[in-house]
């Protein structure tokens, strides 16, 4: 077997040029597919797929044992291993599509997600997983980071896996991949991280696993357990959101990277947050977000004379409870007329006392 794994070493140091922390992942599971699969042929390959599936794992997990099964057909040319069809998830389930939809969640479902009150008795062992898992997903959500991303931080930084959070300078160093990848720390989270690390943390790593085990931190079991149970607790506020189609833990990346396409954030930056290699990847997001080309369509220079007086309006209406959405804070404008002309006074206060 080791003789086995070198060549597919070599071809992802040489071919691929992958880092090396990306290089031993693939060889691990290549290891295990070789270890489950006897003997070792397209069948037994497929009945550990859909092994996996029957386990609940996650499509991305899945998919990355296919990524290993490609690698392996390029090596050995074997067709039905470099053909090997990806998981597409429920969508293929259900509707029999092969392209599979990426599903984002609204805002407003962001928020109370995050927002969920911790079940258990303060201090316990249940309340502490709890908490972990908030200031996971508030990593996850505020970041665009992917999960494995997340879930590798640590405290400190070491030459193999310098993934960890800098609060000097005010930096998530993510070890994905492409590599590292330095994101500033959003302010949201911060505070969050702060107490967290300074209060709750114990080992190496910031989300480690509840179990002994050849990871020390949590993986994508843990993690599409904790997503799943707090969907099924915003249903009654959200209602259906438990059945949304290929609604998953990424869920929360492709919120983030549609709500910076929204925001008509140019596509390297949104690339550079996100850690894509290819711009088309980042540039898919532009295509999930209608918002952009609704406000196109409303503002064109052409169209926009037509407009009545009650649409200009409204628009300015819409202009203002966007901006009390997004700042949280409610408008007000004063107009006072006086000899010299209009005085016009715009303030804002906090909503619900915040």
């Known amino acids: 077997m080791p003789i086995m794994l070198d060549s597919?070493?070599?071809?992802?140091?040489?071919?691929?040029g992958l880092q090396p922390a990306t290089v031993n992942f693939n060889l691990?599971?290549?290891?295990?597919?070789?270890?489950?699969?006897?003997?070792?042929?397209?069948?037994?390959f497929s009945?550990?797929?859909?092994?996996?599936?029957?386990?609940?794992?996650?499509?991305?997990?899945?998919?990355?044992?296919?990524?290993?099964?490609?690698?392996?057909?390029?090596?050995?040319?074997?067709?039905?291993?470099?053909?090997?069809?990806f998981y597409k998830g429920k969508v293929r389930e259900r509707?029999?599509?092969?392209?599979?939809?990426?599903?984002?969640?609204?805002?407003?479902?962001?928020?109370?997600?995050?927002?969920?009150?911790?079940?258990?008795?303060?201090?316990?062992?249940?309340?502490?997983?709890f908490e972990m898992w908030t200031v996971f997903w508030y990593i996850c959500a505020y970041h665009g980071c992917r999960m494995g991303e997340a879930a590798a931080l640590r405290k400190l930084p070491t030459k193999q896996e310098p993934g960890h959070v800098d609060f000097g300078r005010n930096l998530i160093v993510f070890f994905g991949k492409?590599?590292?990848?330095?994101?500033?720390?959003?302010?949201?989270?911060?505070?969050?991280?702060?107490?967290?690390v300074n209060n709750l943390v114990d080992g190496d790593y910031l989300f480690p696993s509840i179990r002994k085990s050849a990871k020390p931190y949590v993986g994508d079991v843990a993690w599409g357990g904790d997503f799943r149970k707090r969907i099924r607790r915003l249903n009654g506020q959200f209602s259906g959101i438990k059945d949304r189609l290929n609604l998953e833990p990424y869920?929360?990346?492709?919120?983030?990277?549609?709500?910076?396409?929204?925001?008509?954030?140019?596509?390297?930056?949104?690339?550079?947050?996100?850690?894509?290699?290819?711009?088309?990847?980042?540039a898919k997001y532009i295509h999930m977000s209608l918002k952009a080309v609704a406000d196109m369509i409303d503002n064109d220079r052409l169209a926009l004379p037509h407009k009545s007086g009650a649409d200009i309006n409204q628009h300015f209406l819409d202009f203002f409870r966007e901006a009390e959405k997004r700042y949280r804070r409610k408008v007000l404008i004063n107009i006072t007329k006086s000899r010299g002309g209009?005085?016009?006074?715009?303030?804002?206060?906090?909503?619900?006392?915040?």
């Open 95 to 129: 509707l029999g599509e092969d392209e599979y939809v990426r599903t984002t969640m609204a805002d407003e479902e962001v928020e109370a997600f995050l927002a969920l009150p911790n079940p258990w008795s303060k201090g316990g062992l249940y309340w502490r997983r």
């Open 178 to 196: 492409t590599g590292a990848r330095e994101v500033p720390l959003s302010f949201v989270a911060r505070e969050k991280l702060l107490d967290y």
């Open 8 to 16: 597919l070493k070599v071809f992802l140091q040489r071919d691929k």
């Open 251 to 282: 869920s929360l990346r492709h919120s983030f990277g549609t709500r910076q396409a929204d925001e008509n954030w140019a596509l390297p930056k949104i690339q550079k947050a996100m850690g894509h290699r290819k711009l088309d990847t980042t």
């Open 342 to 354: 209009k005085k016009i006074v715009i303030k804002s206060e906090a909503i619900d006392g915040e």
């Open 47 to 85: 009945k550990l797929v859909l092994d996996l599936i029957d386990r609940g794992r996650d499509r991305s997990y899945i998919n990355q044992h296919i990524v290993v099964i490609h690698y392996w057909g390029q090596i050995h040319n074997i067709p039905e291993f470099k053909d090997y069809p």
């Open 28 to 44: 691990k599971l290549m290891r295990r597919i070789l270890k489950d699969c006897i003997p070792f042929n397209h069948d037994t």
